[in-house]
């Protein structure tokens, strides 16, 4: 009776065990080179958490692109405008034809470096983000996971 237990309890710890490496396993796969939402420790979180990006400016563009951030996470995008005396900025729409951003960063004029804080759109899919001075030249997606 007594190596039952003794049995049924260490099934009971590799179970646990097993479920536990499973839930911290993850894809080691390259991405396609866009820069990508990772918390400060470089893993991407989960289903929100804090995310750090960079974008930068010259030239009158953008340096990608494409934004990647988890639905719903904390964003802090490091903007650097590298154009001297040029005024720029990153906002945030639904689409590319929204009048109304979801997240309007404040216009720096270069050179000069900004963090922008916000929260990613909770619902995935794609976004838009334009300079508000240079919307046609300077623009991208934001993809949301």
Request: proline share 5%.
């Amino acid at each position: 009776m007594k190596s039952w237990r003794s049995m049924a309890l260490v099934l009971v710890v590799l179970s646990a065990l097993l479920l536990l490496a499973a839930a911290c396993g993850g894809d080691d796969e390259e991405g396609d080179g866009a820069p990508t939402a990772t918390d400060a420790d470089g893993a991407s979180p989960a289903g929100g958490g804090e995310v750090e990006l960079e974008l930068a400016a010259q030239n009158t563009s953008y340096d990608t692109d494409e934004l990647t951030a988890e639905a719903g996470a904390d964003v802090k995008l490091s903007f650097q405008n590298k154009d001297n005396a040029v005024q720029h900025n990153f906002s945030l729409y639904e689409t590319e034809e929204s009048e109304e951003p979801l997240f309007e960063g404040d216009i720096t004029t270069g050179p000069e470096t900004t963090t922008y804080e916000f929260t990613a759109p909770s619902d995935p899919g794609t976004y838009h983000f334009h300079c508000d001075i240079h919307p046609a030249a300077m623009q991208g997606d934001f993809i949301v996971e």
